[in-house]
T-cell receptor, first 117, second 114 residues
Framework: GAGVSQSPSNKVTEKGKDVELRCDPI?????LYWYRQSLGQGLEFLIY????????KSGLPSDRFSAERTGGSVSTLTIQRTQQEDSAVYLC???????????????FGSGTQLSVL | AQTVTQSQPEMSVQEAETVTLSCTYD???????LFWYKQPPSRQMILVIR????KQQNATENRFSVNFQKAAKSFSLKISDSQLGDTAMYFC???????????WGAGTKLIIKP
């Protein structure tokens, strides 16, 4: 597609349920990032995928969070046993990859607003 | 650890006025890059302007310019002739050379009043 696509746009769930958030990066982009944006906060790095390399999962806040990227394209962020503190906007971004963030532009999706009741 | 601080949670100015958003950062690195991103209500982050730390010349992009003071670790954004479409959250961000982890400030909500 023309841009980074995220679905759903909004998700309301009950505490304890699992949720899956999807990101479709720009075709040909090898780098993919997930960020969490809590109310009144800047973006918090969650995970980074680059091509076929092992992902950098150092930003995932707990073992309830996991992400995968199938075929080097679509990525899914899964949150198990959701808690109220997981409520936030989850943003995905992609870039051509491999040249550093100054040399290549990051393209962001519009995010998924997750609300855990 | 690197940190980015935006001390103005919210600002508002009249259309056509000039506004400056402040950003300070903390790092022991000498080579890094700084960015300003805009986030409109659509939530999609858009790059406004970027600056290389080793360049003394301040970056400019049309109505947007920065005042980069490396010694003071300050990176402010100036918006000239502000327009209604500039209303958005503005985030300052930092990345070390050849790194991929952006460090973000908490943002400044900018409101342009007609």
């Amino acid at each position: 597609g023309a841009g980074v696509s995220q679905s759903p746009s909004n998700k309301v769930t009950e505490k304890g349920k699992d949720v899956e958030l999807r990101c479709d990066p720009i075709s040909g982009h090898t780098a993919l990032y997930w960020y969490r944006q809590s109310l009144g906060q800047g973006l918090e790095f969650l995970i980074y995928f680059q091509g076929n390399s092992a992902p950098d999962k150092s930003g995932l806040p707990s073992d309830r969070f996991s992400a995968e990227r199938t075929g080097g394209s679509v990525s899914t962020l899964t949150i198990q046993r959701t808690q109220q503190e997981d409520s936030a906007v989850y943003l995905c971004a992609s870039s051509l990859g491999g040249r550093g963030l100054f040399n290549e532009k990051l393209f962001f999706g519009s995010g998924t607003q997750l609300s855990v009741l | 650890a690197q940190t980015v601080t935006q001390s103005q949670p919210e600002m508002s100015v009249q259309e056509a006025e000039t506004v400056t958003l402040s950003c300070t950062y903390d790092t022991s690195e000498s080579n890094y890059y700084l960015f300003w991103y805009k986030q409109p209500p659509s939530r999609q982050m858009i790059l406004v302007i970027r600056q290389e730390a080793y360049k003394q010349q301040n970056a400019t992009e049309n109505r947007f310019s920065v005042n980069f003071q490396k010694a003071a670790k300050s990176f402010s954004l100036k918006i000239s002739d502000s327009q209604l479409g500039d209303t958005a959250m503005y985030f300052c961000a930092f990345v070390m050379d050849s790194n991929y982890q952006l460090i973000w400030g908490a943002g400044t909500k900018l409101i342009i009043k007609p």
